[in-house]
């Protein structure tokens, strides 16, 4: 690769800003130039001048380079010890509320809310009142999770009970039942802007906020604390956890896990 100066990765940066709205000044320096560096290896390019003049000559690259900078690996029930205590832990706490609403914030291609949706089904009555919002800032990704369309690779931690319960089986895929999709809206949404309106009894936030600056990252810790009602509870990655002041207006109920509850008490004043 040619010579890289400073000057032309920010003058990239301002371009991708300009034109698709990503702030790539919310992500850590060395996570966006590897992801750069993906793209610019798979078009031929060696110079953030080249791959600049790429963009402004072929706007569905921007897509391309979203999808990239974007992490949408995933699969169901990924980590499932993490959906075992949510199941243990969070249900049965939120599953008090009349109508309960969960975001599940970098949803990716839909497996996170969807298996999200397959445990709130599993444990809440029949009768329950219950929404997810999946939001994701990639409207590739978001197209395929509202198909809700999935290979075997991505639902083998699904036992097999609740993919009977819970799937159609196509030829070729598994295609997430009306059931399941019903409760989950997806909307694109960019965690570096404004956020959702309205309350949540749960917040599932997973190995997003890695790849943000720690600026952005106390910014949304408390975005956070001020959405979740009393006692409402915020899920992380296991590589992540709470800054400075915010661990004080948390009970760790499993630290390992990173389940927090928010310490706030008393009837939501909505």
Not at 12 to 27: A, E, N, P, R, S
Not at 56 to 72: A, M, P
Not at 79 to 86: A, E, G, L
Request: hydrophobic share 35%; proline share 3%.
């Amino acid at each position: 690769m040619t010579f890289q100066t400073e000057n032309q990765f920010q003058e990239l940066c301002q371009l991708i800003l300009k034109q698709v709205g990503l702030d790539c000044q919310q992500y850590k320096v060395n996570y966006l130039k590897r992801r750069l560096a993906v793209r610019m290896r798979a078009t031929k390019l060696d110079s953030y001048v080249k791959y600049r003049q790429l963009l402004e000559n072929d706007s569905e690259e921007y897509g391309r380079l979203l999808d990239r900078l974007t992490i949408n690996v995933s699969n169901f029930f990924r980590d499932t010890v993490v959906y075992d205590q949510i199941k243990r832990i969070i249900i049965p706490e939120i599953g008090k509320q009349r109508n309960i609403r969960i975001w599940s914030a970098g949803c990716a291609n839909g497996e996170e809310p969807y298996s999200l949706a397959i445990r709130l089904k599993e444990g809440l009555p029949a009768s329950g009142i219950w929404e997810i919002l999946a939001t994701d800032i990639d409207p590739t990704v978001l197209a395929r999770a509202r198909q809700g369309e999935y290979r075997d690779e991505t639902i083998k931690n699904v036992p097999v009970f609740l993919r009977k319960k819970y799937f159609e089986k196509t030829e070729m895929t598994w295609k997430i039942n009306r059931s399941i999709a019903e409760h989950v809206q997806f909307r694109q949404h960019d965690l570096t802007g404004s956020m959702p309106v309205g309350r949540f009894d749960l917040i599932v936030c997973r190995n997003v906020l890695i790849y943000f600056v720690a600026g952005l990252q106390e910014k949304l810790f408390k975005s956070f604390h001020e959405l979740l009602r009393p006692n409402g509870f915020l899920v992380l990655g296991k590589t992540e956890t709470l800054l400075g002041d915010m661990r004080r207006l948390y009970h760790i109920r499993d630290i390992r896990e990173r389940i927090y509850q928010k310490k706030e008490a008393g009837p939501d004043t909505e």
